[in-house]
């Protein structure tokens, strides 16, 4: 899966802060899915983007929003985070329409 | 919308053994069925995947069986060794409110292979 890359790794913000999750793909996939994984609750999709220049909601969207600034990117923004956000945050793609899901290593959030 | 429940949370079994997971879901519409695998402080990796059209898919030690008159589909992992242990999720995948290809996860199953 060296073709999905997520920055940054780790973070730690304070209640109130900003920040932007970073997704890049290399693949040439048209979708691209922001999931959040917490302990005993699997995956839960934030949101989608099943094509350049679309977005749609998924399970948990309350709290973020996202931009598919392109083909290869798609980004994750927290306004106001709340420690409720902490999470890990994985970023995956699929060719669209063949739901094979590949998934970036995650980037691990912690907000206090 | 859709449902996946998965069965056990837990799993621990001796080296050599068999382990099967178990999970159901709600959506008649759901056609696509993967398993992945997750080890600690890793990505999810697809291993196996079925869709709607087929009841039975093996690959080596590990195979998937649906049942779509029942709504539901099982992981089978023979000769187990330690290295297969992680958490493995199941996912059904559909058309769901006019979007195409999302995943809905089950919660998870920790199985744990005792040398």
């Known amino acids: 899966n060296a073709g999905v890359t997520q920055t940054p790794k780790f973070q730690v913000l304070k209640t109130g802060q900003s920040m932007t999750l970073q997704c890049a793909q290399d693949?040439?996939?048209?979708?691209m899915y922001w999931y959040r994984q917490d302990p005993g609750m699997g995956l839960r999709l934030i949101y989608y983007s099943a094509s350049e220049g679309t977005t749609d909601k998924g399970e948990v969207p309350n709290g973020y929003n996202v931009s598919r600034l392109n083909k290869r990117e798609f980004s994750l923004r927290l306004e106001s985070a709340a420690p409720s956000q902490t999470s890990v945050y994985f970023c995956?793609?699929?060719?669209?329409?063949?739901?094979?899901?590949?998934f970036g290593p995650g980037t691990r959030l912690t907000v206090t | 919308g859709e449902n996946v429940e998965q069965h056990p949370s837990t799993l621990s079994v001796q080296e050599g053994d068999s382990a099967v997971i178990k999970c159901t879901y709600s959506?008649?519409?759901?056609?696509?069925f993967p398993w992945y695998k997750q080890e600690l402080g890793k990505r999810p990796q697809l291993i196996i995947d079925?869709?709607?059209?087929?009841g039975e898919k093996k690959d080596q030690r590990i195979a998937v069986t649906l049942n779509k008159t029942a709504k539901h589909f099982s992981l089978h992992i023979t000769e187990t060794q330690p290295e297969d242990s992680a958490v493995y999720f199941c996912a059904a995948g559909g058309r769901y409110g006019g979007s195409q290809g999302n995943l809905i996860f089950g919660k998870g199953t920790k199985l744990s292979v005792k040398p």
């Open positions: 693949m040439n996939h048209n979708s």
């Open positions: 995956a793609i699929a060719t669209g329409g063949n739901y094979e899901q590949y």
């Open positions: 959506d008649s519409a759901s056609n696509y």
């Open positions: 079925i869709r709607s059209n087929v």
